[in-house]
């Protein structure tokens, strides 16, 4: 029994080893296609045109749980042209999606417009929440050119709910919860504007 007990005991470590050993080699290999598949969604929802930089080059990070929907610390990215801040890409989370937090990524001017919208994780249900995914549905480019008044500002609804902006067939939770995210995180920057562009860079790419 002995003989057997030792034999399991080094299997067991030999296994635990090679786990640890392919986690190690595969960890940079996934943290690098994160970062290409962030740089890809920055570029669509911050046109090249408006900045010179490299979007991953200027990360802050914002602690906003009411305007960005968790208590975690959040990235932004700053775009500039010549030095000066033109616009920032925000990620935010909607944390009362259909199955759970739904998290997105905002472009935004100087002036508080919408450039973009993205999504950057989400457990939605397959042929319905799905869609607001940009590959499933062409709806989150009906944010682009949008902004936000005030938090009153009652074109931010779905349809249903006496606003401007349509939901899915079939779903309504999902976009709602959506729309939400959109409209505060925007309302979030509109008021902090001035101190998120001038923030000096503050985290690496890929951290949260």
């Not at 986690?23 to 920055?42: C, D, G, H, S, Y």
């Amino acid at each position: 029994m002995l003989k057997n007990g030792l034999t399991l005991g080094l299997f067991a470590l030999l296994c635990t080893g090679l786990v640890a050993a392919v986690n190690q080699l595969t960890f940079a290999k996934i943290k690098k296609q994160e970062q290409i598949e962030l740089a890809r969604v920055l570029h669509q929802i911050i046109p090249d045109d408006l900045h010179d930089n490299e979007l991953t080059d200027h990360c802050i990070t914002i602690t906003a749980a009411e305007f960005l929907g968790t208590e975690s610390a959040l990235p932004a990215y700053i775009a500039t042209k010549n030095g000066v801040a033109v616009a920032i890409a925000i990620e935010a989370v909607a944390p009362d999606g259909y199955n759970g937090d739904i998290r997105i990524i905002i472009g935004l001017d100087k002036s508080g417009t919408i450039l973009g919208v993205r999504t950057l994780a989400h457990q939605e249900t397959p042929g319905l929440g799905d869609k607001i995914e940009l590959r499933k549905s062409d709806w989150v480019v009906s944010f682009n050119g949008l902004s936000v008044l005030s938090d009153e500002d009652k074109r931010w609804h779905v349809k249903k709910d006496g606003g401007d902006i349509d939901q899915f067939t079939g779903a309504t939770i999902t976009p709602r919860a959506f729309v939400k995210a959109v409209k505060k995180a925007t309302l979030y920057f509109n008021a902090h504007k001035d101190e998120l562009l001038d923030a000096p860079a503050s985290c690496e790419v890929g951290n949260e």
